[in-house]
Each structure stands twice: as C-alpha cells, then as structure tokens.
C-alpha cells in the first residue's frame, strides 16, 4: 500500500513538473489544489523545480500561481536574475517580502552547484551590469558587503576564497552598481581602482583579473566625464569635494583631478575636458597668450621670472594692484616660483664658495710673519654675508607659504598629501637648524 502510494507520489511529480515545463495553468492549478498527494518543491533530473523552471522558461503566469500556493523558493530568485527576468525579479522579491523572509532570502545561493558557493543574486546582477534588476534588489535591502570583512561560505586562503573575492570586487566594480549606490559614482571609481591596484601588487597571482577591474573603473570614470556638456556642468564635475560641497559650494580648486592624479586614474587626468578645463585655467588671465609665437612666450616667460621679486614685493604691499594680480595668474605664478627656486639654489651655491678674505685681519705676529689662514674658524666666525642674508629671507617666506597653506586647507591638506608636507616639514627643519646654529656661533 505504501509503495503504490509514492509510486503515485512520483508520478503526481512527473505530471506537476511537466505542466511547468509546458506552462500548462489549468493543470497547475489541479495540481496545487491537491497538493497534500505530492511534494511541491519536486526536483527533475536537472535539479530544477517548478518554480525555476517556470523563470528558465520566462512564464510570469506559472511563476505568479506557485508563489501564491507558497511554494519553496530555493534557488528561483538567483536564476532569475541570471537570465536577467526583471518581472519575476520583482515578483519574487515582492513574495519574500510578504512571507516576512526579508532579508535572508535575498542571498540565496545556487543548489546545484553550477555557480561560486558565494554568488548571490545582487552579486550576480552586478556581474552583468544589470541596471534594472540591480534596482529592483537594492531597493528591497540587497546589499553587497566589503569584501574585507564578506562572509565567505569557504575556507580562507583556498581558491575558492580568492575567487569569491574576485567575485565581490567584480561586483563592486560594477558601472551600474556604483551608479546606484553612491553619491559620488566618479569619486567612488577613483577609490575602488585604486584599491584594485593595490590589491594586484599584494595578491600577485591574480594580478591581472585586479588589474582589469581596475582599468574598468578607471574607464568608467573617463566615461562619465564624457558627458559634460557645457563649461558649467565641467566645471562642477572637475571641481567637486563631496566633503565640503554643502559647506561652501565654490569651485576654486580642480578637486578631482587631484584625486584622479593621487589615484593614478590616467585615462580621466588625460581626457579631453579635463585637459581643457586645466589648460584654460592655467592661462586664465592670459586670454591670448595661447596665440602667441613661441619666441614672444619664451622671451615673456624669461622677462616673468627676472621680474618675480619686483612682482612679489607688489603683492605684498598693494595686493589689489593690476601688476599683483599677475601673481594670481596659475602661469605666471609658476614661472615666479621655478625663478625663485633656482635663485635659491643659486645663493646656496654662492654661500658654499663665498670667501670674504677681505675682512680677514693680515697682521704680523711678533716674529714678523702672517698667521696661517684658518678658513674653518673664518667661515663659522665671519658676520652674515649678503647671500646668507637673502637665505635666510627666503627660508622665512618657504615656512610662511607652508603654514598659510596648512591654515588655509586644514588637517585634510595634510592628510591627502603626507608624504610630500613630511618632507616639506623636514627640508624646513633643516633650514632653520642650520639658522639657529649659525646664530648660536655668532653670538658665543
């Protein structure tokens, strides 16, 4: 008796699998209606069940009538999204949110082993790029976790812990996931390359799969800047700080071209709007000087950087001059400060050879002959030279240009560029040891 009873089990299974598989409703419904004979959550030689079955075949129908009888769920939500069904995306999220299965259902994973044990359905939207389906997830609490702190359902450092971590970064490195999912989708591209290049240096082996996602997010982002339109929307782009965008809203500095430079984003710094928006920048002031010959701006520049002291010494006395607004000027002040510096490496230069044997004292000594010349007592012993004098001048106004700077700025300048203010910091300490030294030995 037991045995005719799962003989006919199985064959209520055969039959209820094959009405799906032919997306016959009326059987569906016979079927469900008496589903205490059989099981519902049946399996055929592939592993499918009714409702993947239906999703494979793309019936909304079939799929709707099983999700109202309750059926299991398993692995439907996953195919789903693998074939890119945004209806039965929705329809199932909609279902799981109402049998209160929110949010574990939504990390299914596939049963018969076809895909990585760690694929979820948005890890797997993602991987397809799927912008609608994404959307649908996202909305209902899907959530993609740093891949630092994932979950893996496999044991650490095994390849299959590596290549569920790829996985996630794939995922992450999706355009429509990051569209979706940040406020600042070209900010969020610069930190993620960036990231991915630095994990391709650590996890050597699979450097090449890092190395592509990063060129991914670095085209994405190029991508994105392509459609600027006007100066405007340029100008908002390029100078954006998601830090301080609400605070003041100017657009004073090329904020992300910094941040593409630091991040080594080279397809977004060598694009064409950026190029533009740097270049007109960099002459704003000279609206002309693009035009000239390259004699005329060789001999200006020349004339530029001669002139810097008249000029610095202007800006600090009548800031709001015609001749101090040069200095405001991106080109003019960098030719200024190349001047400076070699007038600086110019000075050091002339104290390391300047030897005032003037103002030594050539006096006979009792047995009627010169004393012998000792120059390390002469150099250490001497007053200030004018070199010296210039140096130190230019010293004060390097540590001033840095304070200001550091003032003007905030922790967050040193923050982004510690490396290059430690060596700042240091080269200063340097200057102003050998000050204090040379005015001990003075005054002693």
Partial sequence: MDWSRESASKHLEKLFLAA???GDKKAMIVALENK??????????DGRSA???AVHNRNLDIIKLLLEHETGLGDALLRAVDIQYTAAVQIICENIKKRNLLPDALYCRALNGDLHPDITP????????SYDVLRV?????ARIEDPETYTFTTEEFTLQQSVGMI??????ASQAFMALTSDDPIDKAFSLSHKLLTLSERNYEFRSQYEELAKQCEVFAADLLSHVRD?????????HDPDSWAITGKFNEPYKVQRAIKCYQKQFVAHAHCQQRLIERWFYGLPHWRKQGEFTCFFLSILMGISYPILSICYMLAPGCKL????RIPYVKFICSTASSMTFLLLLGMQAFDIDVTSYNYTLDENGTYPQFNMDVFQKTRPPSFSETLIVFWVIGYTWAEITDVWKKGPRSLKENFAWKTFDFLTISLYWAWIAIRLTILLQ
Avoid: M, P, W
């Avoid at 996985?167 to 992450?172: D, G, I, Q, R």
């Avoid at 101090?324 to 200095?327: E, K, M």
């Fill in 51 to 53: 409702l993947v079955i």
């Fill in 137 to 141: 997830l996202l909305e209902f609490g």
């Fill in 36 to 45: 205490g004979h059989f099981n519902t959550d049946c399996v055929d030689s």
């Fill in 167 to 172: 996985n996630v970064y794939k995922a992450l």
């Fill in 20 to 22: 799906a598989e032919k």
């Fill in 231 to 239: 100066s405007t929307e340029q100008a908002i782009v390029l100078n």
């Fill in 324 to 327: 101090s607004r040069l200095l």
């Fill in 122 to 129: 948005v890890i797997l939207a993602a991987h397809h790029n």
